[in-house]
């Protein structure tokens, strides 16, 4: 497996309120659960809630991975992260008045054996490269996709849309959530991107997929935000690169050389545990 992440707070917001969580092979947590979970938050609301917001969402989530798959693999164990998660953030509006209305995407990809869950909610994304033919495999929670999904709009029309960042599913704006979770089968070489809008809004789908064709995934996140940055960046971007090698995909023992190898081959990149 090879893995690359970066977050950018791009060229015009005063700060960064994306979050991501990488979970790798090779990681203590990976080693106790069995599974690698890999994670995008954009977060939402004033006064830096959105950046709490995101913040709390992984380091739920990683909290949540230490209990919730040791027994069980499964679509509800990620449903009830999904509501944990919320209740999380939900909570602390509710004691913090001045966070009241913050919340948060949250695009999460979870990897056992040759299974992989998604767990989705709001408009951050999971693409997949297949045999070089690239996917969006999450739906946009926000009106202007639905509106395309209905006919509507044109993919096109929503993206200089003036209500395109209204978003009708996010997490901890209300107190119960219904996020997208299905699971899927792996093939070797699959190439999984999560990315916040920043990314998506700002380059197009084929110029994603150039650069994970183009280039060695351990420099495409990278690759990617620069992209976006170089196209305007008008928002905080985040992006998590995962590239299938092997199935199933193996967790390294503890003391083994290529778990080592791993960890000095990845020392560094954003948002590793």
């Known amino acids: 497996m090879k893995i690359s992440s970066f977050t950018h707070k791009g060229m015009v ?19 106790q659960t069995g599974v690698c979970l890999f994670a995008v938050a954009d977060g939402m609301g004033g006064q830096n809630a959105g950046e709490v917001a995101s913040g709390l969402a992984v380091k739920t989530a990683r909290n949540l ?8 693999f499964s679509v509800s164990a990620v449903e009830e992260m999904f509501a944990q998660i919320n209740q999380e953030i939900w909570g602390y509006a509710q004691k913090h008045p001045e966070a009241s209305g913050m919340g948060t995407t949250f695009t999460m990809l979870i990897l056992k054996g040759s299974a992989a869950i998604i767990g989705h909610i709001g408009d951050s994304r999971l693409y997949r490269m297949r045999n070089k033919v690239l996917e969006q495999i999450t739906h946009d929670h926000s ?13 096109e029309q929503a993206r200089v849309h003036p209500t395109r960042h209204i978003l009708s599913r996010v997490l901890g704006v209300r107190q119960f959530v219904e996020p997208d979770v299905f699971e899927i089968e792996l ?14 809004g700002m380059i197009e789908d084929n110029q994603i997929a150039e650069r994970l064709r183009s280039i060695d995934p351990a420099r495409t996140a990278r690759a990617i935000i620069n992209a976006a940055n170089a196209a305007g960046g008008k928002d905080n ?10 199935l ?6 503890k003391y083994s050389l290529k778990r080592l190898q791993s960890i000095l081959a990845h020392w560094g990149d954003a948002g590793t545990f």
Do not use: Y
Request: charged content about 25%; hydrophobic content about 35%; aromatic content about 4%.
């Open 143 to 155: 009106l202007v996709a639905e509106q395309v999904r209905m006919g509507k709009l044109t993919p």
């Open 237 to 246: 971007s985040t992006a998590v690169i995962v590239k299938i090698e092997e």
């Open 13 to 31: 917001r005063p700060n960064n309120e994306d979050s991501c969580l990488v979970v790798p092979p090779w990681s203590s947590l990976s080693l």
């Open 248 to 253: 199933p995909v193996e967790i390294p023992g």
């Open 65 to 72: 991975l230490k209990t919730s798959f040791v027994d069980e």
């Open 187 to 200: 093939q070797k070489g699959d190439t999984f991107l999560l990315c916040s809008d920043g990314v998506s």
